[in-house]
């Protein structure tokens, strides 16, 4: 079974100080890119 768990996904460009907040909390310091998850799933 594959999985992907991205967490804070930047999505809504009028939030972005929201997902800045969330991605902060994580272990690389940021929110993702759609673009970054989307390369990793066609990966798998």
Request: aromatic share 4%; no cysteine.
């Amino acid at each position: 079974m594959n999985a992907v768990a991205p967490g804070p996904v930047y999505t809504r460009p009028q939030a972005r100080d929201l997902f800045d907040k969330l991605g902060a909390t994580t272990p690389l310091k940021r929110a993702a890119e759609p673009a970054e998850i989307a390369e990793v799933v066609t990966a798998i």
